[in-house]
């Protein structure tokens, strides 16, 4: 993300809508399985609020709620 922003000059918006879904039936679905699923859910969009909110900051304009 980092890099997508040195090379476009900032950011605009951000869609984040990135994941996994491991496709089992629940009884047979490992808890392994399950935290992949869910941290790719979660995880990834603290990561990229976290780079986009660094870059919305440097930028001074917009509304910050």
Same mark, same amino acid.
């Given at each position: 993300?980092?890099?997508?922003?040195?090379? +476009?000059?900032?950011? %605009?918006?951000? !869609?984040?809508?990135?994941?996994?879904?491991?496709?089992?039936? !629940?009884?047979?679905?490992?808890?392994? %399985?399950?935290?992949?699923?869910?941290?790719?859910? +979660? %995880?990834?969009?603290? +990561?990229?609020?976290?780079?986009?909110?660094?870059?919305?900051?440097?930028?001074?304009?917009?509304?910050?709620?």
């Amino acid at each position: 993300m980092h890099r997508r922003v040195h090379t +476009f000059g900032g950011l %605009d918006v951000l !869609i984040n809508n990135a994941g996994i879904v491991i496709v089992a039936p !629940i009884h047979e679905m490992e808890l392994s %399985d399950w935290n992949k699923g869910a941290a790719s859910q +979660f %995880d990834r969009h603290v +990561f990229n609020e976290q780079t986009c909110t660094q870059a919305y900051a440097g930028r001074r304009q917009g509304q910050h709620h």
